[in-house]
């Protein structure tokens, strides 16, 4: 399935994991070798902040008390949500599905023109390292 995505945002609250999760990084249900490496080299940025979405870059998002973080969107799941933040991406230079990795417990929203979008794939584990130092 793939999505024509104009103007997309990245939703980002972080809250406790209510379900057990599959632990080590062999319970993968597909590689994150060049997400864990890309991870280790990421810059921090501020919540609202405006990325090339074709430039295969990590970030660390600063994230802040929900009512402070400005969403333009109420999240899907706000409940125990204390910290939260965005991004923004500018429009795809083609059609393509989107990968969106994350190296701690969080829930994220992706939000296209204004509707939340429907996640195709998932996976997580516990006990996995979630990054390479570069």
């Keep these: 399935m793939r999505y024509v995505v104009s103007q ?3 939703l980002i609250v972080a809250w406790p994991v209510l379900a057990a999760e599959p632990t080590g990084c062999d319970a993968l249900k597909w590689p ?9 080299a990421a810059q921090l ?3 609202g902040a405006e990325l090339d979405r074709d430039a295969s870059q990590a970030v660390s998002l600063k994230l802040l008390p929900l009512d402070d973080a400005k969403l333009p969107l109420t999240p899907k799941s706000a409940r125990n ?7 923004r991406y500018g429009k795809a230079s083609s059609v393509r599905t989107y990968k969106v990795t994350l ?5 994220i929203d992706v939000v296209q023109d ?4 429907k996640s ?10 979630t990054f390479e130092r570069v």
């Design 114 to 117: 204004g509707q939340f979008l």
């Design 81 to 87: 949500t204390p910290l939260a933040g965005y991004v």
């Design 8 to 10: 997309l945002a990245a």
């Design 32 to 40: 994150l070798d060049k997400e864990q490496q890309l991870l280790g």
């Design 45 to 47: 940025i501020q919540g």
């Design 120 to 129: 195709i794939a998932y996976t997580a584990v516990l006990d996995c390292p």
């Design 103 to 107: 190296s701690d417990e969080a829930w």
